[in-house]
């Protein structure tokens, strides 16, 4: 092996090929998609939006892929109203909850 910083080749690491033209495995959706899909008006439009679900703790990434789409759709440093989008859980929440969340999205938990 030869060691190169941190890491370490493995041994036949130049005979590994990767085929990158295959599409990669995907990721099922999650309640961040059915967030992004029910807040269209939101995402679309800017249409101010109270969204309600049911949640389990196993739903880490709550807030995750609809803080990517409003970053993409009005940028990080947006002028949406802290809760332009609210999203109104009931249930219990994993630690991870909002952890990547931006300005014009308030997660709240009931």
């Known amino acids: 092996r030869r060691v190169h910083g941190l890491l ?9 090929t990767y085929d990158r ?6 990721v099922p ?5 059915e967030i992004v899909k029910d807040g269209a008006r939101f995402f679309e ?3 101010k939006m109270q969204l309600s679900y049911a949640v389990r703790n196993t739903l ?4 995750t892929r ?3 789409h409003i970053v993409k759709k009005f940028g990080m ?14 249930g219990s929440c994993g630690q991870s909850l909002g ?3 931006v300005n014009g999205l308030k997660i709240e938990v009931q």
């Open 8 to 16: 370490i080749t493995v041994d036949g690491a130049s005979k590994i």
């Open 21 to 26: 033209s295959k599409p990669r495995n995907a």
């Open 29 to 33: 959706d999650t309640l961040d998609a």
């Open 45 to 47: 439009d800017g249409e």
């Open 60 to 63: 880490r990434p709550i807030g």
């Open 66 to 68: 609809a803080s990517s």
């Open 77 to 90: 440093k947006n002028s949406l109203q802290p809760d332009h989008l609210t999203v109104k859980l009931s």
């Open 99 to 101: 952890a990547f969340a």
